[in-house]
């Protein structure tokens, strides 16, 4: 029973992580530029992923590293870059909605090069998961060029899902992160002007954010999630996920005065719907 209940704690503790992480962004690229962000939040989040790597038993053949370095370029660098550069233009609330089409992408993908199987009720769901991305694009929810680039966040999620697949066999997804993470942050501190730490010593609120993101959301996010698969399905634990713009949009209004609009209430139950279809079809 005990441990029942705490799954239950530890996902709607991860889902508040991943939730206000979009919030944090956002508060965050007011002072600091998309790649700063970036490699501030894995500054932190580093050191607990390479205490992981150090402290497991588990190695990684070296053969794997360049394939763990291409996915942890797409899961990271290539995903937060253009997150947190897509949220100067749109709000968080928004942000999340389109990122939450991920799964949608993996789909896609697993269709195009894994020979996996699609139905009609899954086409049906993209469908209408793109008709509710399109009512958020309209000119009072949204900038285009930020809704763009949050789009290729999403599809950069989903190519770090498909090509982990191909080494889900020899790897569990703890070992699989821990590498990937510090692999893929690697470019960020190559590019990264380190000067923009005094900016964190000069806000606390901003030190603040960049703390939560890079521990709560994400090193303890990553572990919540994967506790909490130890435990449930993934197909089941997936539907959970669809929480976590509501939490983005709730968080975003309380925390940033962000508007939600009719046309994100209806567009972002339509990315909602199309998902719930594309996953259970």
Not at 60 to 76: A, Q, R, T
Not at 210 to 218: H, P
Request: net charge neutral.
């Amino acid at each position: 029973m005990q441990n029942k209940l705490f799954k239950w704690i530890v996902l709607a503790l991860t889902i508040l992580f991943w939730g206000l992480a979009f919030t944090a962004i956002k508060y965050s690229v007011i002072y600091l530029n998309p790649i700063e962000l970036a490699a501030m939040r894995f500054v932190v989040a580093d050191i607990f992923f390479a205490l992981n790597i150090l402290l497991s038993s588990l190695k990684i053949n070296k053969k794997d590293l360049p394939l763990l370095f291409v996915l942890g370029l797409f899961g990271v660098t290539i995903y937060h870059v253009c997150l947190n550069t897509g949220e100067i233009y749109i709000s968080s609330g928004v942000a999340s909605l389109i990122i939450s089409t991920a799964p949608i992408f993996v789909l896609l993908f697993s269709w195009m090069f894994l020979n996996e199987t699609i139905t009609k009720g899954k086409v049906l769901g993209i469908l209408i998961a793109f008709l509710g991305v399109a009512m958020l694009s309209e000119p009072k929810t949204g900038n285009i060029v930020g809704i763009l680039l949050v789009f290729v966040s999403a599809i950069a999620a989903a190519v770090y899902t498909v090509l982990g697949k191909k080494l889900m066999d020899k790897y569990d997804s703890v070992t699989l992160t821990n590498y990937a993470m510090v692999l893929g942050s690697t470019p960020l501190f190559f590019v990264i002007d380190f000067t923009a730490f005094t900016a964190l010593v000069l806000n606390l609120n901003l030190m603040l954010a960049v703390f939560f993101l890079g521990l709560f959301s994400t090193y303890l996010g990553y572990q919540g999630w994967y506790y909490f698969l130890e435990m449930e399905e993934a197909s089941k634990a997936s539907v959970f996920l669809l929480t976590i713009p509501f939490v983005s949009l709730i968080a975003g209004a309380i925390l940033l005065n962000e508007a939600i609009t009719l046309n994100t209430v209806i567009g972002g139950l339509a990315v909602v719907l199309g998902i719930v279809l594309t996953l259970k079809g």
